[in-house]
C-alpha cells in the first residue's frame, strides 16, 4: 500500500495512541513518544512495524504518540492511519482480516 498524503488516526486520552503517517523518503522512519518507552518501546515498535509490514508499507514516515495502548489499540491505529492516507475509505478489512 502505498501512503499519499498526511494522514492522523487516534487521540491523545489515555489508553490510546495517536499515530501520524506520511509519505516516506524510500524507508520505515519510526519515531515514538511514550511515558513508558523504556518499559514496552520495543513492543510497540514490533507492534507498528509488523501492522506496517502486513499492510505492505515500506515507505513512510510514522510517528507514535503513545498514552498507554494496548497492541491492539497501537495495530488499529496505524491500520486507521495508513488507509486515511492511502485514501482508501471503502472495503476496509476490519475484524481480523489484517494478521
Known amino acids: 500500500m502505498k501512503i499519499l498524503k498526511p494522514a492522523i488516526a487516534g487521540t491523545l ?12 523518503e524510500g524507508t520505515v522512519e519510526f519515531e515514538l513518544y511514550s511515558s513508558v518507552v523504556n518499559q514496552f518501546g520495543n513492543q510497540i515498535r514490533r507492534v507498528v512495524l ?4 502486513n499492510l505492505g508499507v515500506d515507505n513512510v514516515k510514522i510517528a507514535v504518540v ?5 497492541d491492539c489499540t497501537i495495530k488499529a491505529r496505524v491500520e486507521g492511519a495508513v488507509y ?13 482480516a489484517i494478521r
Open 84 to 96: 486515511r492516507s492511502a485514501g482508501q475509505t471503502e472495503n476496509l478489512p476490519w475484524g481480523g
Open 13 to 24: 486520552e489515555s489508553s490510546d495512541c495517536q499515530v501520524t503517517v506520511e509519505p516516506g
Open 66 to 70: 503513545d498514552k498507554g495502548a494496548l
Open 50 to 53: 509488523s501492522t506496517l509490514e
